[in-house]
């Protein structure tokens, strides 16, 4: 009985010391994070708002960390080619994923058709929403519209023309309202998807589609350039730089209704210090004075989220848009 005593006091001292090195280690580990180079994909081609978001973030994070955060673009597939490189990523805070409002949208989408290659909910940790960014629905000037509703009964009263709305992908954003416009207003219009907002803006530019729309940060100079017009925007509220712009809600559709961010990612697993590190290096870039001012010219504002408030967020978005979407069978 008393052998059995001592081996029992010397497995548990040996789990006890077991668990304190390993907590020791995790210590040290995030001590020492980050090492070497970061690495923030973004999942669209160069130009748009979430690569603009990554890149001043980004700077600011390897000034505060001594270390270089470096931007990979890897656009296609609404988002999806990106995203699944870090759900894929080694866990260690070495790659990361930036994305917005798309990643929850475009996720449904995809794991509704049976070709989702990653889960968001479950493969990534959540960092930190960055910024909110408005979403803007824009058209060509050509269009002889003022506002959504202008377009909605521009749309009925000649059935016959063939407007095309561009989008950043299937299940993505402007996807997904560009649907639940057609639905409410009961108009037709062809889906044009495009691997980013960059490529979209040139086309709308160029008028060979007709409408579209981005977060506020990709086209808010050419809006008040007049080069584009803006149709609505999807906050809740009207926007203070664009404060002669409805809201979908104004107009009549309140279930086109979306509130834009930019977040950073992490991979399932990711430490809990790396990923506190993190948040933390995200918040104090946002807040920083250059930063957000520089945001701020973006129509970007500055969040610094925790991750638990992020990972709720996505969640949310989740639940609010599946229904839609597979009611429209988006694929």
Partial sequence: MKICRRILKLTTGVVISTLLALGLVQQAMAQAFPSKPIKIIVPFPAGGTT???????????????????????????????????????????????????????????????????????????GVSIAVYVPFVLTANPSVPAK???EL???????????????????????????ESFKRDAKVD??????????PLKQELLAGRIQFGGDQLSSSLAEIRAGSLKALATTASKRIAGLPDVATVRELGYPDLELEGWNGLFAPAKTPREVIDRLQREVASAVRH????????????????????????????????????????KID
């Fill in 189 to 198: 219009m062809q889906h044009v998807p495009f691997k980013g907002a960059a």
């Fill in 289 to 328: 004075p250059e930063v957000a001012k520089r945001l701020a010219e973006l129509g970007a504002e500055p969040v610094g989220s925790s991750p638990a408030e992020q990972e709720a967020m996505l969640k949310r978005q989740m639940n609010q848009f599946r229904p839609i979407i597979q009611g429209m």
């Fill in 152 to 178: 909605a009964a521009l749309l009925r009263a000649n059935p016959k023309l063939q407007y095309n709305y561009g989008s950043t992908g299937p299940g993505s954003a402007v996807h997904v309202l560009g």
């Fill in 147 to 149: 506002d959504l509703k």
């Fill in 51 to 125: 690569d603009i978001v990554a890149r001043i973030v980004g700077q600011r994070m390897s000034e505060s960390m001594g270390q270089p955060v470096l931007v990979d673009n890897r656009g296609g597939a609404g988002g999806a080619i990106g995203a699944d490189l870090v759900a894929k990523a080694a866990p260690d805070g070495y790659t990361l994923l930036m994305h917005n409002i798309t990643f929850p949208l475009s996720s449904v989408a995809q794991t509704l058709a049976n070709r989702s290659p990653f889960n968001a909910e479950t493969d990534f940790a």
